[in-house]
């Protein structure tokens, strides 16, 4: 069982906007910066948000993140058939001494 | 172009052993901090352990603490890790990732295609 809690699944139609939520703790959460990452089924994780709210070069704007002291969230604006994927949020915890994934989000477009 | 790219997985029974590799191009690899991570089939992402760029901070997952050790050699940029008593509950896709820098809590950026790892007799 994940330590960081998302959703199992999350759903809207094209050009909608859903939002995935990552609860954690004052460990990891509240004392680190969170990352997001978007896996197509059958393909490696990509980076979608780094610290926080920061998209790596090449990631639409219509995706974006924020914290909140113990809680994360990830917005995707505008829902694209190609966003059809599992999305995993992810912290450092500093009491485990190691890194956390969330359990993971499976998004559809309907 | 960042590339990860593993290599060494296979089939073996319980009790086991087997060793992972990662060859890392594109960077400067001993600048970068780098990851275990895995997946079992159907299931979602599960951090093993992580390794800082000089080596000198290791961390394992409290599940392969003692069975599992990361290494590396920055001298050929490659990443290996070594599992000993392999369980069933070991199988999965094993990812090479890169942390973002060589401090942990930042996360991690790029990742390997995996190297699938089957435990059973």
């Known amino acids: 069982q994940s330590v960081l809690t998302q959703p199992p699944s999350a759903s809207g139609t094209p050009g909608q906007r859903v939002t995935i939520s990552c609860s954690g703790s004052s460990s990891n959460i509240g004392s680190n910066t969170v990352n997001w990452y978007q896996q197509v089924p059958g393909t490696a994780p990509k980076l979608l948000i780094y610290s926080n709210d920061q998209r790596p070069s090449g990631v639409p704007d219509r995706f974006s993140g924020s914290r909140s002291d113990t809680s994360a969230s990830l917005a995707i604006s505008g829902l694209q058939s190609e966003d059809e994927a599992d999305y995993y949020c992810a912290a450092w915890d500093d009491s485990l001494y190691g890194r956390l994934f969330g359990g993971g989000t499976k998004v559809t477009v309907l | 172009e960042v590339q990860l790219v593993e290599s060494g997985g296979g089939l073996v029974k319980p009790g086991g052993s087997l060793r992972l590799s990662c060859v890392a191009s594109?960077?400067?690899?001993?600048?970068?901090?780098m990851n275990w991570v895995r997946q079992a089939p159907g299931k979602g992402l599960e951090w093993v352990a992580s390794i800082s760029g000089n080596s000198n901070y290791i961390y394992h997952r409290d599940s392969v603490r003692g069975r599992f050790t990361i290494s590396r050699d920055n001298a050929k940029n490659s990443l290996s890790l070594q599992m000993n008593n392999l369980r069933a509950e070991d199988t999965a896709l094993y990812f090479c990732?890169?942390?973002?820098?060589?401090?942990?809590?930042?996360?991690?950026?790029?990742w390997g295609q995996g190297s699938l790892v089957t435990v059973s007799s």
């Open positions: 594109g960077f400067t690899f001993s600048s970068h901090g």
């Open positions: 990732v890169r942390t973002i820098g060589d401090f942990e809590r930042l996360g991690v950026d790029y």
